[in-house]
Protein backbone atom coordinates (compact mmCIF):
# COMPACT_ATOMS: atom_id res chain seq x y z
CA UNK A 1 0.00 0.00 0.00
CA UNK A 2 1.47 2.99 -1.11
CA UNK A 3 1.59 6.44 1.11
CA UNK A 4 -1.34 8.12 -0.22
CA UNK A 5 -3.54 5.03 -0.08
CA UNK A 6 -2.46 4.87 3.86
CA UNK A 7 -3.15 8.50 4.23
CA UNK A 8 -6.40 8.33 3.06
CA UNK A 9 -7.08 4.83 5.13
CA UNK A 10 -6.74 7.01 8.36
CA UNK A 11 -8.35 9.88 7.09
CA UNK A 12 -11.43 7.88 6.38
CA UNK A 13 -11.42 6.15 9.58
CA UNK A 14 -11.14 9.53 11.25
CA UNK A 15 -14.09 10.40 9.78
CA UNK A 16 -16.04 7.50 11.31
CA UNK A 17 -14.63 7.96 14.66
CA UNK A 18 -14.19 12.06 14.90
CA UNK A 19 -17.46 13.37 16.22
CA UNK A 20 -16.27 16.85 14.95
CA UNK A 21 -17.48 16.03 11.29
CA UNK A 22 -20.75 14.52 12.24
CA UNK A 23 -23.21 16.69 10.14
CA UNK A 24 -25.18 18.47 12.96
CA UNK A 25 -21.73 19.24 14.69
CA UNK A 26 -21.24 21.69 11.30
CA UNK A 27 -21.48 25.06 12.63
CA UNK A 28 -23.53 25.77 9.37
CA UNK A 29 -26.17 23.01 10.54
CA UNK A 30 -29.32 25.86 11.52
CA UNK A 31 -28.32 28.10 8.46
CA UNK A 32 -31.48 28.60 6.63
CA UNK A 33 -30.47 27.42 2.94
CA UNK A 34 -28.09 24.34 4.45
CA UNK A 35 -31.66 22.64 5.86
CA UNK A 36 -33.39 23.75 2.79
CA UNK A 37 -30.98 21.73 0.98
CA UNK A 38 -31.39 18.66 3.02
CA UNK A 39 -34.90 18.80 2.83
CA UNK A 40 -34.40 18.87 -0.44
CA UNK A 41 -32.27 15.80 -0.63
CA UNK A 42 -34.46 13.43 1.53
CA UNK A 43 -37.32 14.22 -0.95
CA UNK A 44 -35.60 13.02 -3.70
CA UNK A 45 -34.20 9.82 -1.72
CA UNK A 46 -37.91 9.43 -0.90
CA UNK A 47 -38.67 9.60 -4.63
CA UNK A 48 -39.29 5.93 -6.48
CA UNK A 49 -39.31 5.63 -10.10
CA UNK A 50 -42.66 4.94 -11.74
CA UNK A 51 -42.67 1.74 -13.73
CA UNK A 52 -45.92 1.11 -14.55
CA UNK A 53 -47.68 2.27 -17.95
CA UNK A 54 -48.87 5.40 -18.99
CA UNK A 55 -52.34 5.42 -20.09
CA UNK A 56 -52.35 9.07 -20.50
CA UNK A 57 -49.74 11.18 -22.26
CA UNK A 58 -49.30 15.18 -22.14
CA UNK A 59 -47.34 16.81 -23.63
CA UNK A 60 -46.49 20.48 -23.20
CA UNK A 61 -44.37 22.09 -25.61
CA UNK A 62 -43.80 25.70 -24.54
CA UNK A 63 -42.46 27.16 -27.68
CA UNK A 64 -39.15 29.03 -26.92
CA UNK A 65 -38.64 28.26 -23.35
CA UNK A 66 -35.04 28.93 -22.99
CA UNK A 67 -33.57 28.14 -19.50
CA UNK A 68 -33.27 32.05 -18.89
CA UNK A 69 -37.16 32.01 -19.96
CA UNK A 70 -37.70 29.34 -16.89
CA UNK A 71 -35.57 32.09 -14.57
CA UNK A 72 -37.05 35.15 -15.36
CA UNK A 73 -40.47 33.78 -15.36
CA UNK A 74 -40.18 32.18 -11.47
CA UNK A 75 -38.68 35.45 -10.33
CA UNK A 76 -40.99 37.39 -11.94
CA UNK A 77 -43.84 35.60 -10.70
CA UNK A 78 -42.86 35.44 -7.24
CA UNK A 79 -41.91 39.28 -7.40
CA UNK A 80 -45.75 39.70 -8.70
CA UNK A 81 -47.11 37.60 -5.53
CA UNK A 82 -44.54 39.58 -3.52
CA UNK A 83 -42.54 36.83 -2.44
CA UNK A 84 -38.75 35.91 -2.85
CA UNK A 85 -38.32 35.56 -6.15
CA UNK A 86 -35.43 33.82 -6.76
CA UNK A 87 -36.18 30.75 -4.77
CA UNK A 88 -39.41 30.69 -5.76
CA UNK A 89 -40.55 27.78 -8.14
CA UNK A 90 -43.09 27.74 -10.91
CA UNK A 91 -45.87 24.79 -11.10
CA UNK A 92 -43.76 22.61 -13.54
CA UNK A 93 -40.61 22.66 -11.42
CA UNK A 94 -42.21 22.01 -8.93
CA UNK A 95 -44.51 19.56 -9.94
CA UNK A 96 -42.22 17.74 -12.36
CA UNK A 97 -39.65 16.63 -10.86
CA UNK A 98 -37.16 14.68 -13.30
CA UNK A 99 -35.15 16.96 -15.59
CA UNK A 100 -33.10 16.45 -18.62
CA UNK A 101 -31.57 18.62 -20.88
CA UNK A 102 -32.21 18.22 -25.02
CA UNK A 103 -30.03 18.78 -27.85
CA UNK A 104 -32.19 20.39 -30.23
CA UNK A 105 -30.04 20.93 -33.21
CA UNK A 106 -31.66 19.37 -36.61
CA UNK A 107 -30.83 17.54 -39.32
CA UNK A 108 -29.49 20.42 -41.60
CA UNK A 109 -29.11 22.84 -38.63
CA UNK A 110 -27.29 23.89 -35.51
CA UNK A 111 -30.06 26.13 -34.46
CA UNK A 112 -33.46 24.61 -35.26
CA UNK A 113 -37.28 26.32 -36.10
CA UNK A 114 -39.72 24.61 -34.40
CA UNK A 115 -41.10 22.30 -37.42
CA UNK A 116 -38.42 19.51 -37.27
CA UNK A 117 -38.32 20.21 -33.37
CA UNK A 118 -41.78 19.03 -33.09
CA UNK A 119 -41.49 16.46 -35.47
CA UNK A 120 -38.69 15.17 -33.10
CA UNK A 121 -40.51 15.33 -29.85
CA UNK A 122 -43.64 13.39 -31.65
CA UNK A 123 -41.94 11.07 -34.01
CA UNK A 124 -38.42 9.95 -32.87
CA UNK A 125 -36.65 11.58 -35.76
CA UNK A 126 -34.22 14.61 -36.02
CA UNK A 127 -35.57 16.20 -39.37
CA UNK A 128 -35.34 19.06 -41.55
CA UNK A 129 -35.56 23.26 -40.79
CA UNK A 130 -38.73 24.04 -42.06
CA UNK A 131 -40.15 21.42 -42.59
CA UNK A 132 -43.25 18.89 -40.46
CA UNK A 133 -43.85 15.47 -40.49
CA UNK A 134 -41.30 14.44 -42.11
CA UNK A 135 -37.79 12.69 -41.81
CA UNK A 136 -34.40 13.09 -43.15
CA UNK A 137 -35.13 12.66 -46.66
CA UNK A 138 -37.21 15.55 -47.28
CA UNK A 139 -35.90 18.59 -49.53
CA UNK A 140 -36.90 21.54 -47.51
CA UNK A 141 -39.81 23.12 -50.27
CA UNK A 142 -40.03 20.24 -52.51
CA UNK A 143 -43.84 18.71 -51.92
CA UNK A 144 -43.00 15.72 -54.05
CA UNK A 145 -40.65 14.62 -51.63
CA UNK A 146 -42.72 14.30 -48.80
CA UNK A 147 -43.72 10.90 -50.46
CA UNK A 148 -41.76 8.21 -48.94
CA UNK A 149 -40.55 11.04 -46.28
CA UNK A 150 -43.53 11.08 -44.20
CA UNK A 151 -43.79 9.59 -40.23
CA UNK A 152 -46.53 8.24 -38.22
CA UNK A 153 -46.61 10.23 -35.07
CA UNK A 154 -47.27 9.18 -31.97
CA UNK A 155 -50.77 11.06 -32.38
CA UNK A 156 -51.48 8.97 -35.16
CA UNK A 157 -50.23 5.68 -33.68
CA UNK A 158 -52.67 6.42 -30.39
CA UNK A 159 -55.80 7.26 -32.91
CA UNK A 160 -55.29 3.77 -34.65
CA UNK A 161 -55.16 2.21 -30.95
CA UNK A 162 -58.62 3.68 -30.21
CA UNK A 163 -56.91 5.98 -27.94
CA UNK A 164 -58.34 9.36 -28.09
CA UNK A 165 -56.02 12.38 -28.65
CA UNK A 166 -56.60 16.37 -28.62
CA UNK A 167 -53.97 19.37 -29.77
CA UNK A 168 -54.11 22.81 -27.84
CA UNK A 169 -52.14 25.65 -29.06
CA UNK A 170 -52.17 29.61 -28.47
CA UNK A 171 -50.98 29.36 -31.57
CA UNK A 172 -52.49 29.05 -35.23
CA UNK A 173 -53.56 25.24 -35.09
CA UNK A 174 -51.77 25.17 -38.30
CA UNK A 175 -48.42 26.43 -37.20
CA UNK A 176 -45.32 24.40 -36.85
CA UNK A 177 -45.25 22.81 -33.42
CA UNK A 178 -49.34 22.09 -33.44
CA UNK A 179 -48.92 20.38 -37.46
CA UNK A 180 -46.81 18.14 -36.48
CA UNK A 181 -48.95 15.65 -35.04
CA UNK A 182 -50.66 15.89 -37.98
CA UNK A 183 -49.77 17.13 -40.99
CA UNK A 184 -46.53 16.64 -43.49
CA UNK A 185 -45.43 19.01 -45.44
CA UNK A 186 -42.22 20.26 -47.05
CA UNK A 187 -42.81 23.73 -45.96
CA UNK A 188 -43.86 24.89 -42.56
CA UNK A 189 -45.71 27.97 -44.36
CA UNK A 190 -48.14 26.27 -46.43
CA UNK A 191 -50.45 26.49 -43.51
CA UNK A 192 -53.84 26.97 -46.36
CA UNK A 193 -53.99 26.43 -50.02
CA UNK A 194 -53.29 29.82 -50.83
CA UNK A 195 -49.23 29.47 -49.59
CA UNK A 196 -49.18 26.43 -51.82
CA UNK A 197 -47.41 27.18 -55.65
CA UNK A 198 -49.50 26.38 -58.88
CA UNK A 199 -46.71 23.56 -59.70
CA UNK A 200 -47.41 22.29 -55.87
CA UNK A 201 -51.03 22.11 -56.22
CA UNK A 202 -50.42 20.71 -59.82
CA UNK A 203 -48.55 18.16 -58.24
CA UNK A 204 -51.20 17.00 -55.55
CA UNK A 205 -49.69 19.09 -52.56
CA UNK A 206 -51.94 19.64 -49.61
CA UNK A 207 -51.79 22.56 -47.35
CA UNK A 208 -51.90 21.93 -43.38
CA UNK A 209 -55.05 23.03 -42.25
CA UNK A 210 -56.79 20.49 -44.92
CA UNK A 211 -54.28 17.64 -43.83
CA UNK A 212 -56.07 18.25 -40.46
CA UNK A 213 -59.52 18.25 -41.25
CA UNK A 214 -58.63 15.15 -44.06
CA UNK A 215 -56.67 13.40 -41.14
CA UNK A 216 -56.72 9.55 -41.67
CA UNK A 217 -55.78 8.47 -38.85
CA UNK A 218 -58.59 6.84 -36.32
CA UNK A 219 -61.60 9.03 -35.56
CA UNK A 220 -59.65 12.18 -35.49
CA UNK A 221 -58.25 14.42 -32.99
CA UNK A 222 -61.17 14.40 -29.90
CA UNK A 223 -60.22 17.90 -29.41
CA UNK A 224 -58.67 20.98 -31.21
CA UNK A 225 -58.33 24.05 -29.64
CA UNK A 226 -56.43 26.95 -30.80
CA UNK A 227 -56.12 30.24 -33.24
CA UNK A 228 -55.24 30.14 -37.31
CA UNK A 229 -59.30 30.61 -37.91
CA UNK A 230 -58.61 31.87 -41.43
CA UNK A 231 -56.68 28.91 -42.52
CA UNK A 232 -59.89 27.10 -41.64
CA UNK A 233 -62.66 29.36 -43.98
CA UNK A 234 -63.02 30.88 -47.25
CA UNK A 235 -61.75 34.08 -48.55
CA UNK A 236 -65.18 35.10 -49.35
CA UNK A 237 -66.51 34.28 -45.91
CA UNK A 238 -66.67 36.55 -43.75
CA UNK A 239 -64.74 36.47 -40.12
CA UNK A 240 -67.19 36.35 -37.13
CA UNK A 241 -65.05 38.52 -35.07
CA UNK A 242 -62.56 40.92 -37.01
CA UNK A 243 -64.41 43.13 -38.86
CA UNK A 244 -63.66 43.23 -42.76
CA UNK A 245 -61.99 40.15 -42.66
CA UNK A 246 -62.34 37.50 -44.54
CA UNK A 247 -61.19 33.51 -44.60
CA UNK A 248 -58.37 32.70 -46.31
CA UNK A 249 -58.91 29.57 -48.54
CA UNK A 250 -58.99 29.73 -51.99
CA UNK A 251 -60.18 25.92 -53.08
CA UNK A 252 -63.69 26.26 -52.19
CA UNK A 253 -63.50 23.97 -49.14
CA UNK A 254 -65.52 25.22 -46.08
CA UNK A 255 -63.45 23.13 -43.53
CA UNK A 256 -64.98 24.15 -40.33
CA UNK A 257 -68.24 22.67 -42.02
CA UNK A 258 -66.13 19.88 -43.60
CA UNK A 259 -65.25 18.71 -39.70
CA UNK A 260 -68.58 19.26 -38.85
CA UNK A 261 -69.98 17.30 -40.98
CA UNK A 262 -68.12 13.86 -40.17
CA UNK A 263 -69.39 13.59 -36.55
CA UNK A 264 -72.73 13.25 -34.97
CA UNK A 265 -71.30 13.94 -31.84
CA UNK A 266 -69.04 17.11 -32.49
CA UNK A 267 -69.39 20.65 -31.44
CA UNK A 268 -67.18 23.64 -33.14
CA UNK A 269 -66.82 26.98 -31.26
CA UNK A 270 -64.91 30.28 -32.10
CA UNK A 271 -65.58 32.36 -28.60
CA UNK A 272 -64.99 31.54 -25.10
CA UNK A 273 -69.36 32.06 -24.50
CA UNK A 274 -69.52 29.24 -26.58
CA UNK A 275 -66.36 27.58 -25.26
CA UNK A 276 -67.67 27.61 -21.56
CA UNK A 277 -70.70 26.20 -22.90
CA UNK A 278 -69.73 22.97 -24.00
CA UNK A 279 -70.09 19.53 -21.84
CA UNK A 280 -67.01 17.50 -22.14
CA UNK A 281 -69.46 14.88 -21.04
CA UNK A 282 -72.23 15.55 -24.07
CA UNK A 283 -69.81 16.14 -26.38
CA UNK A 284 -67.03 14.17 -28.45
CA UNK A 285 -65.02 15.78 -30.55
CA UNK A 286 -64.28 19.71 -29.90
CA UNK A 287 -63.05 22.08 -32.37
CA UNK A 288 -62.53 25.81 -31.38
CA UNK A 289 -60.49 28.06 -33.51
CA UNK A 290 -60.59 31.60 -31.26
CA UNK A 291 -58.67 33.78 -33.85
CA UNK A 292 -58.10 34.22 -37.18
CA UNK A 293 -54.30 33.96 -36.68
CA UNK A 294 -52.59 33.67 -33.24
CA UNK A 295 -54.49 33.36 -30.32
CA UNK A 296 -53.76 36.97 -28.08
CA UNK A 297 -50.79 36.84 -25.93
CA UNK A 298 -52.33 36.24 -21.76
CA UNK A 299 -51.30 40.27 -21.05
CA UNK A 300 -53.91 41.22 -24.07
CA UNK A 301 -56.38 38.16 -23.99
CA UNK A 302 -58.66 40.25 -21.73
CA UNK A 303 -59.17 42.63 -24.59
CA UNK A 304 -60.06 40.08 -27.05
CA UNK A 305 -62.84 41.55 -28.64
CA UNK A 306 -65.12 37.80 -29.00
CA UNK A 307 -63.38 36.57 -25.72
CA UNK A 308 -60.62 33.63 -25.67
CA UNK A 309 -60.02 30.76 -23.09
CA UNK A 310 -56.69 30.60 -21.18
CA UNK A 311 -54.33 27.96 -22.05
CA UNK A 312 -55.43 26.29 -18.56
CA UNK A 313 -59.52 26.51 -19.33
CA UNK A 314 -58.18 25.11 -22.79
CA UNK A 315 -55.97 22.03 -21.60
CA UNK A 316 -58.71 21.56 -18.94
CA UNK A 317 -61.64 21.28 -20.85
CA UNK A 318 -59.19 18.94 -23.41
CA UNK A 319 -58.83 16.65 -20.00
CA UNK A 320 -62.28 16.23 -19.61
CA UNK A 321 -62.76 15.06 -22.59
CA UNK A 322 -60.34 13.12 -23.09
CA UNK A 323 -60.39 11.36 -20.15
CA UNK A 324 -63.70 9.94 -20.93
CA UNK A 325 -61.84 6.99 -23.42
CA UNK A 326 -61.12 4.27 -21.03
CA UNK A 327 -58.69 3.40 -23.33
CA UNK A 328 -56.40 6.30 -22.33
CA UNK A 329 -55.41 9.74 -24.63
CA UNK A 330 -52.31 11.79 -25.56
CA UNK A 331 -52.48 15.25 -25.54
CA UNK A 332 -50.34 17.83 -26.83
CA UNK A 333 -50.38 21.66 -25.14
CA UNK A 334 -48.47 23.69 -27.15
CA UNK A 335 -47.89 27.68 -25.10
CA UNK A 336 -47.20 28.64 -28.71
CA UNK A 337 -46.67 32.74 -28.22
CA UNK A 338 -43.54 32.42 -25.83
CA UNK A 339 -41.81 32.14 -28.63
CA UNK A 340 -43.40 35.28 -30.42
CA UNK A 341 -42.97 37.96 -27.62
CA UNK A 342 -39.40 36.57 -27.40
CA UNK A 343 -39.20 37.08 -31.38
CA UNK A 344 -40.43 40.68 -30.81
CA UNK A 345 -37.54 41.43 -28.38
CA UNK A 346 -40.53 41.74 -25.58
CA UNK A 347 -39.60 39.86 -22.42
CA UNK A 348 -42.74 41.30 -20.60
CA UNK A 349 -45.18 39.26 -22.36
CA UNK A 350 -42.71 36.11 -22.92
CA UNK A 351 -42.71 35.80 -19.20
CA UNK A 352 -46.66 36.43 -18.80
CA UNK A 353 -47.58 33.37 -21.73
CA UNK A 354 -44.67 31.34 -19.55
CA UNK A 355 -46.82 31.84 -16.30
CA UNK A 356 -50.20 31.19 -17.99
CA UNK A 357 -48.18 28.18 -18.89
CA UNK A 358 -47.29 27.15 -15.40
CA UNK A 359 -51.35 27.35 -14.62
CA UNK A 360 -52.33 25.20 -17.33
CA UNK A 361 -49.60 22.63 -16.11
CA UNK A 362 -50.98 23.04 -12.24
CA UNK A 363 -54.52 22.78 -13.79
CA UNK A 364 -53.98 19.80 -15.20
CA UNK A 365 -52.12 17.70 -12.59
CA UNK A 366 -54.95 18.45 -10.35
CA UNK A 367 -56.98 16.87 -12.58
CA UNK A 368 -55.33 13.74 -13.92
CA UNK A 369 -54.22 10.82 -11.97
CA UNK A 370 -50.16 11.27 -11.33
CA UNK A 371 -49.56 7.32 -11.21
CA UNK A 372 -51.13 6.65 -14.48
CA UNK A 373 -50.83 9.86 -16.70
CA UNK A 374 -46.44 10.74 -17.83
CA UNK A 375 -46.62 14.56 -17.57
CA UNK A 376 -43.52 16.14 -20.29
CA UNK A 377 -43.03 19.91 -20.72
CA UNK A 378 -40.15 21.30 -22.52
CA UNK A 379 -39.48 23.94 -25.78
CA UNK A 380 -38.61 22.99 -28.95
CA UNK A 381 -35.60 25.47 -28.81
CA UNK A 382 -34.07 28.53 -27.16
CA UNK A 383 -33.82 32.37 -27.70
CA UNK A 384 -30.56 34.50 -27.52
CA UNK A 385 -32.52 36.38 -24.09
CA UNK A 386 -29.77 36.55 -21.11
CA UNK A 387 -30.15 37.88 -17.64
CA UNK A 388 -27.03 39.68 -17.03
CA UNK A 389 -25.35 42.13 -14.81
CA UNK A 390 -25.06 41.79 -11.33
CA UNK A 391 -28.20 42.62 -9.94
CA UNK A 392 -28.48 42.41 -6.41
CA UNK A 393 -31.22 40.25 -4.99
CA UNK A 394 -35.07 41.03 -5.28
CA UNK A 395 -33.99 43.50 -7.69
CA UNK A 396 -37.45 43.91 -10.24
CA UNK A 397 -36.53 41.19 -12.81
CA UNK A 398 -37.62 43.69 -15.27
CA UNK A 399 -35.35 46.57 -14.04
CA UNK A 400 -32.42 48.06 -14.47
CA UNK A 401 -29.43 46.01 -13.67
CA UNK A 402 -26.41 48.59 -13.43
CA UNK A 403 -24.55 51.08 -15.24
CA UNK A 404 -22.46 50.56 -18.68
CA UNK A 405 -19.28 51.94 -20.03
CA UNK A 406 -21.32 54.66 -22.09
CA UNK A 407 -22.85 56.21 -18.54
CA UNK A 408 -26.05 55.07 -19.49
CA UNK A 409 -28.23 52.43 -17.66
CA UNK A 410 -29.06 48.72 -18.60
CA UNK A 411 -31.57 46.08 -17.88
CA UNK A 412 -31.01 42.83 -16.15
CA UNK A 413 -33.10 40.99 -19.79
CA UNK A 414 -31.22 41.55 -22.90
CA UNK A 415 -31.35 40.00 -26.28
CA UNK A 416 -28.33 38.90 -28.51
CA UNK A 417 -30.14 40.09 -31.59
CA UNK A 418 -33.41 41.91 -32.47
CA UNK A 419 -36.06 44.62 -32.61
CA UNK A 420 -34.32 45.98 -29.64
CA UNK A 421 -31.27 46.82 -31.20
CA UNK A 422 -30.18 50.41 -32.78
CA UNK A 423 -28.66 50.32 -36.18
CA UNK A 424 -26.59 53.78 -35.48
CA UNK A 425 -26.07 55.79 -33.01
CA UNK A 426 -25.79 54.18 -29.99
CA UNK A 427 -28.21 52.50 -27.62
CA UNK A 428 -30.77 54.60 -25.71
CA UNK A 429 -30.53 56.16 -22.28
CA UNK A 430 -32.86 54.24 -20.32
CA UNK A 431 -32.73 56.92 -17.46
CA UNK A 432 -36.19 58.10 -17.33
CA UNK A 433 -37.46 54.97 -19.00
CA UNK A 434 -39.71 52.36 -17.49
CA UNK A 435 -38.75 48.62 -18.39
CA UNK A 436 -41.32 46.93 -17.04
CA UNK A 437 -44.45 47.76 -19.10
CA UNK A 438 -45.56 45.98 -20.81
CA UNK A 439 -44.46 47.41 -23.86
CA UNK A 440 -40.98 47.73 -23.75
CA UNK A 441 -38.46 45.89 -25.38
CA UNK A 442 -35.28 45.19 -23.95
CA UNK A 443 -32.22 46.57 -25.58
CA UNK A 444 -30.24 43.96 -28.06
CA UNK A 445 -27.05 43.66 -29.26
CA UNK A 446 -27.54 42.60 -33.58
CA UNK A 447 -29.78 44.49 -35.10
CA UNK A 448 -32.32 42.35 -37.01
CA UNK A 449 -35.56 44.47 -37.11
CA UNK A 450 -38.26 41.67 -38.31
CA UNK A 451 -37.53 39.67 -36.16
CA UNK A 452 -35.12 38.54 -32.92
CA UNK A 453 -33.64 34.70 -33.83
CA UNK A 454 -33.81 31.46 -32.04
CA UNK A 455 -30.50 29.90 -30.03
CA UNK A 456 -29.01 26.80 -30.30
CA UNK A 457 -28.28 25.88 -26.48
CA UNK A 458 -30.21 23.05 -25.21
CA UNK A 459 -33.79 23.25 -23.37
CA UNK A 460 -35.15 21.86 -20.17
CA UNK A 461 -37.18 18.35 -20.58
CA UNK A 462 -39.11 17.95 -17.35
CA UNK A 463 -40.99 14.74 -16.45
CA UNK A 464 -43.52 13.50 -14.47
CA UNK A 465 -45.29 9.80 -13.92
CA UNK A 466 -44.96 6.59 -15.33
CA UNK A 467 -40.96 6.35 -16.70
CA UNK A 468 -40.71 10.12 -16.30
CA UNK A 469 -37.18 9.17 -14.69
CA UNK A 470 -36.05 8.03 -18.37
CA UNK A 471 -35.55 11.52 -18.74
CA UNK A 472 -31.87 12.14 -17.63
CA UNK A 473 -28.59 13.75 -18.46
CA UNK A 474 -28.36 15.45 -21.50
CA UNK A 475 -30.54 13.73 -24.36
CA UNK A 476 -30.99 14.29 -27.74
CA UNK A 477 -34.81 15.59 -28.37
CA UNK A 478 -36.43 13.00 -30.79
CA UNK A 479 -35.62 10.95 -27.56
CA UNK A 480 -39.23 12.50 -25.78
CA UNK A 481 -41.11 10.51 -28.36
CA UNK A 482 -39.63 7.34 -27.51
CA UNK A 483 -39.70 7.54 -23.68
CA UNK A 484 -43.11 8.36 -24.24
CA UNK A 485 -43.52 5.01 -26.56
CA UNK A 486 -41.97 3.34 -23.99
CA UNK A 487 -44.46 4.44 -21.31
CA UNK A 488 -46.96 4.00 -22.76
CA UNK A 489 -46.24 0.37 -24.56
CA UNK A 490 -47.01 1.63 -28.04
CA UNK A 491 -45.61 -0.83 -30.07
CA UNK A 492 -47.85 -3.56 -28.38
CA UNK A 493 -50.99 -1.44 -28.94
CA UNK A 494 -52.82 -3.43 -31.91
CA UNK A 495 -52.93 -0.71 -34.62
CA UNK A 496 -56.96 -0.72 -36.18
CA UNK A 497 -55.43 0.85 -39.18
CA UNK A 498 -51.79 1.25 -40.76
CA UNK A 499 -51.54 5.16 -40.87
CA UNK A 500 -51.83 6.40 -44.77
CA UNK A 501 -51.35 9.80 -45.61
ZN1 LIG B 1 -39.87 31.07 -33.29
Redesign the pocket.
Known sequence: MNKLALALLAGASAIATAPAFAQDALPQVNDSYFKQAQAELDRIIARQPNTGKAKNVILFVA??LSVPTVTAARIFDGQKKGVDGESNKLAFEELLPYVALAKTYTHDAQVA??APTATAMVSGVKSVNGTVGVTQAIKYKDCTSVKGAEVTTIFEQAENAGLSTGVVSTARITHATPAATYAKVANRDQENDSQLSDADKAAGCKDIAAQLVDWPAGNGFEVILGGGRSNFMLKDQADPEADGKTGSRTDGRDLVKEWQAKYNDAAYVWNKAEFDAIDAAKTGHLFGLFERSHMQYETDRAKDKGGEPSLAEMTEKAIDMLSKDEDGYVLMVEAGRI??A??AGNAYRALEDTLALSEAVKVALAKVNPEETLVVLTAD?S?TMTISGYPKRNNPILGIAGKADDGKPYTTLGYMNGPGATAEGGRADLTNVDTSEPDFLQQALVPLGE?ET?AGDDVPVFAQGPWAHLFQGVIEQNMIYHVIAKATDMAAKPQKQASAN
Do not use: A, K, L, V
Open positions: DGDSDHHHHHSH
